[in-house]
């Protein structure tokens, strides 16, 4: 069964610095997709960022791109410039068949 | 730009009870989904469903869960007893394709509360 751990349960970061955040997941798969899904306080879900496992390149959205390393089965999220309104929990999510499995998540804060 | 709605925002019922959770995913979609998040959890899976029928299925959507597409704008969720353990965030989703070609835009969820 595929699974997906996110180590970090809370990261900080000041304004206008840049974090990453972590993800690992297991899966004997090699055909599969990499999401990054951002939920804020009002708890919606929104996309941040997506990756096809069949492609090298790691993916890029504005200030937002990621880290795919295959082989290791990672997949980080960096995040350029870090604004106020990035503050969210940041769920990582495999996707094989038709269902997404997401991590349990991290929080980031993002301080003034 | 389009986007997947919910209804609704918050539902609060009684354990035994019956409820239905609405949504209306991305006119276009074809492929409808149904997740759920427990409190400081994280989002589960529960339902995908495609041409009017369960795709697949998780553990936890058990014979107390049904789906349903009344109509050519409405996806459903029914609890048909709640308990008390079903308090939870329910988020529904869409997408045009499936298998990961193409990416799954979520509603806003719909906040259950089961007394």
């Known amino acids: 069964a595929q699974t997906v751990t996110q180590s970090q349960p809370e990261m900080s970061v000041q304004e206008a610095e840049t974090v990453t955040l972590s993800c690992t997941y297991d899966t004997s798969e090699n055909n599969y997709y990499l999401f990054w899904y951002k939920q804020p306080p009002s708890r919606q879900m929104i996309l941040v960022i997506r990756?096809?496992?069949?492609?090298?390149q790691n993916a890029t959205e504005n200030r937002f791109s990621v880290n795919f390393q295959k082989a290791a089965k990672s997949f980080s999220l960096k995040i350029s410039d870090s604004q106020l309104g990035d503050t969210a929990m940041y769920f990582c999510a495999f996707m094989r068949t038709d269902k997404l499995i997401f991590g349990t998540g991290t929080r980031l804060q993002v301080f003034p | 730009e389009p986007e997947v709605t919910q209804t609704p925002s918050h539902q609060v019922t009684q354990m035994g009870q019956e409820v239905i959770l609405r949504c209306v995913p991305i006119?276009?979609?074809?492929?409808f989904y149904w997740y759920r998040q427990i409190l400081g959890q994280k989002v589960e899976f529960l339902v995908s469903f495609y041409n009017n029928e369960i795709s697949e299925k998780s553990e936890i959507f058990d014979d107390q869960f049904s789906v349903e597409r009344p109509d050519g704008s409405n996806f459903t969720l029914k609890i048909r007893s709640t308990k008390l353990e079903d308090s939870a965030m329910y988020f529904c989703?869409?997408?045009?394709?499936?298998?990961?070609?193409?990416?799954?835009?979520f509603g806003p969820g719909t906040r259950l509360t089961v007394l």
């Open positions: 989703a869409s997408s045009e394709s499936y298998r990961g070609v193409d990416t799954q835009y």
């Open positions: 990756q096809e496992a069949y492609k090298q």
């Open positions: 006119s276009n979609h074809l492929y």
